[in-house]
């Protein structure tokens, strides 16, 4: 049976405002200003979801979310909240948290492998130029064609330099490699290592089942994603991240149908991060996930300053809409703003694009799907008050939280398996070894023919085995002087032998 999810409180009618669980899944769009109110609005949101046992995942962007994880104090702003909405069974209650950060400072690490963000969310990621990008596809085909696995930064690197040095040979397999595109690639490798994303690659990867728990009382439970650092450091990073989650959940989870509740909530803040100089055939790929996504029981919910981030093909899709207020301006925000308004259904006693700019912190105008999956004329409402706390908890609370996580241990250790780096290293050491082996067999000719011409002069020369005891002398030494030679110069120049 469907249960109503509780978005806010005190429409025209002063009544609570639900949406039916069961077209939460046709995903939603906060929007406002800076400083109206989105934040805690996700908030309502997120525990709303929770209390009817559906499973959240969200972005912390500003830090201000980890007080979902604890009651809410006592406060003058809710008490006046609560008195103008008229809520009457307003109790302050935590939600289940858990927590996740990339770099795995203040939550779980998350980690997915090259293979797994595939090439074209990794040519994204890497702001690669037409060209750059068919090479990159390129190496992800040899990659497969000769079996070697894609896990982390180092794997890619190897494998690009493997393709530079044998791109004659590979050619007639995978097209022209020049060395100029390859060399750009690892160039932009380096910066993306240097923005802190080489962290974000490798094992053990990223378990979908772990963001899609239910704690012991029947609440889902809130995977919170740490990115207060990474969204200033590495804004792509951090867009890229939440895109590859979003397919990956489209490509595990099977089809569901017509659910009474969605599977797990995904909300998606700065999503103006998502489209902003995006290619288009990745703009068209976030597009068929999100249109496809919702048959698999999960709902994508966009949180922006304004609706026109967005693309239109995209808009189209979300049937939650929650407004804040917008300011006007220039005549710019004011065409906005009537943009803004044209998107709701009219309610004739609401003038939309007015309120849009007149509604204060906390409030917002709103428009959600009825039973029948039909937008409802828009009201203007007042955001009710989360039961958890506002803002963020404090350092040793967030710890002790933390370390009764029951993910603890599963993913805190990085593990490097054989993969692509490993296995060009040995075929490298196979191919010196041989030629190793071949110049001494030549050598070694040398010697004999050498030797037979000496006895057959009648000669008193070295015999074989001296002779090749000296060249193996002479070789050793040569060796020798050349380590010795190199171990001076990486010591002037500060590397390593």
């Known amino acids: 049976m469907s249960e109503p999810v509780l978005i806010t409180l005190g429409g025209a009618d002063g009544a609570p405002l639900f949406m039916d669980a069961r077209m939460a899944n046709r995903h939603g769009l906060v929007a406002g200003a800076t400083g109206t109110g989105k934040t805690v609005t996700l908030q ?7 209390r009817i046992g559906v499973p959240v995942f969200m972005a912390d962007v500003k830090g201000d979310l980890t007080g979902l994880c604890a009651a809410a104090s006592p406060h003058p702003k809710i008490d006046e909240r609560i008195a103008a909405t008229g ?16 770099q795995g400072k203040s939550g779980h690490p998350i980690r997915t492998t090259i293979s797994e963000m595939g090439p074209l969310l990794l040519s994204s990621l890497l702001e690669l130029n037409e060209t750059q990008t068919g090479v990159l596809y390129a190496a992800y085909k040899a990659a497969d064609d000769h079996g070697m696995l894609l896990l982390d930064l180092k794997d890619l690197r190897a494998l690009l330099t493997w393709l530079s040095e044998n791109a004659k040979e590979l050619q007639g397999a995978y097209g022209n490699i020049s060395s100029a595109s390859v060399g750009a690639i690892q160039r932009s490798l380096l910066i993306l290592e240097q923005q802190g994303a080489e962290s974000f690659f490798g094992e053990p990867a990223l378990s979908i089942a ?16 740490d990115v207060t650092e990474l969204i200033h450091r590495s804004p792509r990073v951090y867009a890229t991240f939440l895109l590859w989650l979003l397919s990956e959940l489209f490509e595990e989870l099977p089809e569901v149908g017509d659910a009474d509740r969605p599977k797990l909530v995904f909300f998606f803040d700065e999503a103006h991060l998502l489209f902003n100089g995006a290619p288009a055939a990745l703009v068209d790929k976030i597009e068929q996930v999100v249109r496809l996504i919702r048959s698999k029981g999960v709902g994508v919910y966009f949180v922006t300053q304004s609706p026109l981030d967005i693309p239109e093909a995209v808009l189209g899709q979300l049937g939650l809409r929650i407004q804040h207020a917008l300011r006007a301006f220039t005549p710019k925000d004011r065409k906005t703003i009537a943009a803004v308004a044209a998107g709701f259904r009219p309610n004739p006693p609401l003038d939309t694009e007015q309120a849009i700019t007149e509604v204060g912190v906390g409030e917002a105008i709103v428009s959600t799907l009825d039973a029948k999956g039909a937008p409802t004329p828009v009201e203007r409402i007042l955001i009710r008050p989360p039961a958890s706390k506002i803002g963020p908890v404090d350092d040793g609370e967030r710890k002790e ?4 996580s029951p993910l603890k241990g599963k993913y805190d250790t990085s593990v490097d398996r054989e993969s692509a780096h490993e296995l060009l290293q040995k075929k490298a050491a196979l191919r010196s070894q ?17 030797e037979e011409r000496e006895s057959s002069r009648g000669r008193g020369r070295e015999t074989a085995a001296e002779a090749l005891f000296k060249s193996a002398a002479r070789n050793i030494g040569g060796q020798l002087g050349r380590q010795i030679v190199r171990g001076i110069l990486g010591s002037l120049l500060g590397g390593r032998r």
């Open 44 to 50: 309502v949101l997120a525990e709303s979801f929770s």
């Open 87 to 102: 809520l009457a069974d307003y109790r302050p209650a935590p939600t289940p948290v858990l927590f996740w950060d990339l």
């Open 210 to 225: 772990d963001l899609m728990q239910v704690d012991f009382s029947g609440n889902g439970v809130i995977s919170l994603l």
């Open 401 to 404: 939280r933390f370390a009764r």
């Open 434 to 450: 041989e030629e190793s082996n071949a110049t001494e067999a030549r050598e070694a000719e040398k010697i004999r023919v050498r």
